[in-house]
């Protein structure tokens, strides 16, 4: 399983550094005009952060739900990935807004177990806009 939460978290940052890179030719998620604001460092790292705690999860749960799984540290681990997941969530809105790209925010916004504050979240592809 360690070598599975590795990929995931290796996957994560290469899917976030990728769409940073190209994000230049992408476009506003609320305005869907080009002008974006700068995007720091730390808010990528942020982003990595997200999308590899939300994969992480999937990872987790499929352990879980594997026949005769009944490893304690195991379901620590989930229950401790979901804490850490509700308390990033109110972090959540400011993270999209200064990732602003459609891309970006649509892979962050779409990786944790996130209920929007049951809104509409700004923009989008129409996929996962209704939470």
């Given at each position: ?39 720091e460092l730390a808010v990528l790292r942020e ?14 749960e499929e352990h879980l739900r594997a026949d ?64």
């Open positions: 399983m360690a070598a599975d939460l590795t990929a995931v978290c290796s996957a994560a940052a290469w899917l976030v550094g990728f769409l940073a890179v190209i994000r230049q030719s992408g476009v506003h998620h609320v305005t869907l005009r080009t002008d974006k604001p700068p995007l982003a990595c952060g997200v999308v590899a705690l939300g994969m992480a999860i999937r990872v987790l005769g799984v009944t490893d304690d540290r195991l379901r620590g681990a989930y229950c401790q990935a979901l804490a850490t997941s509700v308390t990033i969530e109110r972090r959540m809105p400011e993270l999209l807004e200064k990732l602003a790209e459609l891309r970006l925010v649509d892979l962050v916004s779409m990786s944790v177990p996130w209920r929007g504050r049951f809104t509409k979240y700004a923009g989008g592809t129409g996929a996962g806009q209704v939470e």
